[in-house]
């Protein structure tokens, strides 16, 4: 059974700095791996999809990257700002499967 | 559509009650999915359409629950004698068949049971 796991489950910085998020999953046979962001009281809005052939992905500020033989996909936000403040979920999608299985997210506040 | 549809945004029930959600993917997207979300936590899946068929129910936590997608478009998710710990977000996301797998969602369902 896949399990993702998102470390730090929160995390406060300084606007301007450079961070990076972790995410982990049990099971390295995957499909794709998906990141989305969630303001409060929202629905998710998909950030970046890393096929498993692929090794990062990247829009604007954020870059993602995919290491599938050690489980593993971190999400680099460069340049913070206090909008970015919100919460991110990754979730894989298993080879055969059609289901995404979600991380519990890491809450991220950018401080003005 | 524009995007994933869920209506109601908000519902209040009372415990026993019946409650129907309804999500109308883009338009296009022969997949969809239905999420269940609890404060503070990850979605958690519920069930997978194909089309009309459901392709995988594994996530549906027990008979009260139920989902349909008769024409292949527009889906509703049942829930009958509701309780209490069925409060929650229900999230609708869709995708289409065939393509990168990308899954988009809608802004939810918020369920609460009194």
């Known amino acids: 059974k896949q399990e993702v796991t998102q470390i730090p489950a929160a995390l406060s910085v300084p606007e301007g700095e450079n961070l990076v998020l972790n995410c982990s999953f049990t099971d390295s046979a995957i499909y794709n791996l998906q990141w989305f962001r969630q303001d409060p009281g929202k629905g998710l809005t998909s950030l970046l999809l890393?096929?498993?052939?692929?090794r990062e992905q990247t829009s604007g500020r954020l870059n993602a990257s995919l290491d599938k033989s050690s489980g593993r996909s971190t999400l680099y936000i460069a340049a913070s700002q206090p909008g970015d403040s919100a919460t991110y979920l990754c979730a894989v999608k298993g080879q055969g499967a059609q289901k995404l299985v979600f991380g519990q997210g890491t809450r991220l506040t950018i401080n003005p | 559509g524009a995007g994933v549809s869920q209506t109601p945004s908000n519902k209040v029930t009372e415990k026993g009650k019946y409650v129907e959600l309804r999500c109308d993917p883009i338009?296009?997207?022969?997949?969809l999915y239905w999420y269940r979300q609890s404060l503070g936590q990850g979605p958690e899946f519920l069930i997978y359409f194909q089309g009309t068929g459901a392709a995988d129910d594994s996530g549906l936590p027990n008979d009260r629950f139920f989902a349909v997608r008769p024409e292949g478009s527009v889906s509703t998710l049942k829930i009958q004698r509701t309780e209490r710990g069925d409060s929650a977000v229900y999230l609708c996301?869709?995708?289409?068949?065939?393509?990168?797998?990308?899954?988009?969602f809608g802004e939810g369902s918020r369920l609460t049971v009194l």
């Open positions: 890393i096929q498993s052939s692929q």
């Open positions: 338009s296009g997207h022969t997949a």
């Open positions: 996301a869709s995708s289409r068949t065939g393509d990168t797998g990308e899954l988009f």
